[in-house]
């Protein structure tokens, strides 16, 4: 990794930056052994006239209830049915709460506009992990602790030589993250909360240089190494932008817009990805290969790569007069076309991400003089639209946090297919306080799901010759 001749310091011949002794931490997840529940309602259930069961009925201190199922196959020789887990909690947790018709987005009991506009992103990762926000002393010692982590092993230059330039850019962070797993051994006993904690500050931090890392091999630049001085949001835009020969000039509007959408995307309770990762860590796996599984699961277009998918969906429609005839695609259900950005299985009201993502959109435009930007025309054009159409109104279909940040990061310079990169960036956050929560569940059990079997019935093994 290069840096640019002229930020690079003399090596100050002193003793090394004293580093903050590590304070003391009420760390929310270290909770009693066992879940405290209030005496639990009951929920009667008659199968047929012999079975009738009575299940315990969970409250939760916001949302809906839980009706626990776990006795009912054992009760009853019935399994749930839940595809899609549309009405399925698989898990307590702690950390976030989404409430979707009134468009209310928490982590750790406070809205996340409060926290997008007046935190940052490395002490929301704190809030994420331990429940609570730092005091200036814990946030000292972390901020410091997560900026000692920011460098990736030197053997991993070589990983990305064996891909293709043109390599999408989520091909290789799942490849990179996971390999992480193969270069640090000091962080793999799960069971020991030292290296559990050692495992999510490496994750959290060494994110931004894999994924500007993944920017700088596809355009053929020396990666540049993370600048220890620069806070989190500034020294991602620092390693995708910086180059060896000149000084880099940063922009606060930019970095404070970039690490705003770094806290608006770094939890959101139990979506497809975060899913993803407690499935794959309830094995016991290797933290950085279950974050692997989680950036693997958020390509997807139905999820995190919704905010690529919605740029490209910008272009084709071209032009503000071709808006009625991509409206009249989504809604024909011949026509495999969705309006990228919108819609959400939980929000049935605005996305507040939306909301605090959308003047962030026009802050960027106007300090970058693209208030004209023609994909924004066109956006605020479709939104309005599809505000005003039946279809999407009777759906409760609205704009979701992905619909424009694609444009902000465009306007920043970056490349399309860099858009859910970005998204994961900020989502192992999430991803690793979700993990450390279920891992330190002393309730914590595999999950392996049951399924409703509809194949063939048992059947004799036939010779090939008298096959038909
Ligand atoms: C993210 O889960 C999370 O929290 C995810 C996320 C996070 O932070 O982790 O918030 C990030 O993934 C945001 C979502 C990004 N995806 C998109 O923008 C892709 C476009 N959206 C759709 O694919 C869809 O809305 C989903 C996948 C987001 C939600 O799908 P659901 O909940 O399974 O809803 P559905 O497919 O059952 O749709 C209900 C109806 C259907 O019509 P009918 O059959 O009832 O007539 O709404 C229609 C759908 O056809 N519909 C759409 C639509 N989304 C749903 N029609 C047109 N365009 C759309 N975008």
Redesign the pocket.
């Known amino acids: 990794m290069a840096k640019p001749a002229k930020t690079l310091r003399a090596v100050e011949m002193t003793t090394p930056k004293k580093r903050p002794e590590r304070p003391v931490i009420v760390d929310k997840n270290n909770a009693p052994a066992e879940k405290k529940r209030a005496k639990p309602a009951i929920a009667r259930l008659t199968i047929g006239d012999k079975i009738n069961l009575e299940l315990p009925i969970y409250e939760a201190i916001e949302g809906a209830p839980c009706i626990d199922v776990t006795s009912l196959y054992k009760d009853s020789g019935y399994f749930t049915y839940d595809p899609?887990f549309l009405s399925t909690a698989s898990c307590d947790s702690e950390i976030t709460y989404?409430d979707g018709d009134k468009g209310i987005l928490r982590y750790r009991g406070y809205d996340i506009d409060e926290l997008a506009n007046k935190s940052d992103f490395l002490e929301v990762s704190y809030l994420l992990m331990y429940g609570e926000l730092p005091n200036k002393k814990q946030k000292t010692w972390f901020d410091n602790k997560m900026i000692r982590h920011t460098m990736v092993h030197e053997q991993l230059n070589f990983l990305f030589r064996g891909f293709p330039r043109r390599a999408h850019p989520m091909a290789i962070m799942v490849g990179a993250v996971a390999s992480l797993s193969a270069f640090y051994h000091d962080s793999l006993d799960m069971s020991d909360p030292d290296q559990r904690e050692l495992a999510a500050f490496r994750m959290i931090a060494k994110m931004p240089t894999i994924a500007a890392m993944c920017y700088k091999y596809s355009i053929g630049q020396p990666f540049i190494y993370p600048d220890n001085d620069l806070g989190f949001a500034e020294n991602f835009l620092y390693m995708m932008f910086a180059t060896p020969c000149e000084s880099y000039e940063m922009n606060p509007v930019l970095a404070d817009a970039m690490d705003k959408i770094f806290i608006l995307?770094a939890d959101?309770?139990q979506?497809?990805?975060?899913s993803t990762v407690r499935l794959a860590g309830s094995s016991g796996a290797n933290p950085f290969a279950c974050i692997g599984a989680g950036i693997a699961s958020l390509w997807g277009?139905?999820?995190?790569g919704?905010n690529e998918?919605?740029i490209n969906m910008l272009k084709k429609i071209g032009d503000v007069k071709n808006i009625p005839e991509y409206i009249a695609k989504?809604?024909n259900?011949d026509d495999p076309f969705?309006?990228?950005?919108?819609?959400?299985?939980?929000y049935k009201n605005y996305?507040p991400r939306a909301t605090v993502l959308r003047k962030s959109c026009h802050d960027v435009l106007n300090e970058l003089g693209q208030q004209d930007e023609s994909l924004l025309k066109i956006a605020m054009e479709l939104e309005k639209i599809a505000l005003e159409d039946k279809y999407f109104i009777d759906?409760k279909?609205y704009p979701?946090?992905?619909?424009y940040s694609g444009i902000i990061y465009r306007a920043m310079g970056i490349p399309t297919n860099l858009f859910t990169v970005l998204f994961a960036v900020a989502?192992t956050a999430g991803w690793v306080a979700q993990w450390k929560e279920m891992v330190e569940d002393p309730a914590m059990k595999i999950g392996r799901p049951r399924q409703l079997f509809v194949g063939s019935k048992p059947r004799k093994y036939e010779a090939v010759a008298k096959r038909k």
């Open positions: 899609g989404i995307h959101h309770e979506n497809a990805s975060t277009p139905a999820h995190g919704a998918a919605v989504a809604k259900k969705r309006l990228m950005g919108f819609g959400h299985r939980i996305d759906r279909l979701n946090v992905d619909f989502r």
